[in-house]
Nanobody, 116 residues
């Protein structure tokens, strides 16, 4: 089992920045990837950004150039730096990891609200 603790999030004005952090513990040897997803009520959860291994990254088109995901492999943490935030970025953000068997685990979610 993998446990995830998220921090960050909150309320920010459009154009502002926020940083989300995720710390993994438990069966964390050989984690394949760490990622952030987001979900708006009534919509499916969508991938925001993923880091595979230590450095390969994938971003949703809607956040490219504004968000940056990074991972500290030694500390088993992932950080999502969100800049130039827009009201449409408002959502609950979830940390996701895939263990060495590619099983997925989820954090409890953290609210990000961007006011216009």
């Amino acid at each position: 089992q993998v446990q995830l603790v998220e921090s960050g999030g909150g309320l920010v004005q459009a154009g502002g920045s926020l940083t989300l952090s995720c710390a993994a513990s438990g069966s964390i040897i050989g984690l394949q990837s760490m990622a952030w997803y987001r979900q708006v009520p009534g919509n499916q959860r969508e991938l925001v950004a993923r880091v595979i291994g230590g450095s390969a990254t994938i971003y949703a088109d809607s956040v490219k150039g504004r968000f940056t995901i990074s991972r500290d492999v030694a500390k088993n943490t992932a950080v999502l730096q969100m800049n130039s935030l827009k009201p449409e970025d408002t959502a609950v953000y979830y940390c996701n990891v895939q263990d060495r068997f590619w099983r997925a685990y989820w954090g409890q979610g953290t609210q990000v609200t961007v006011s216009s």
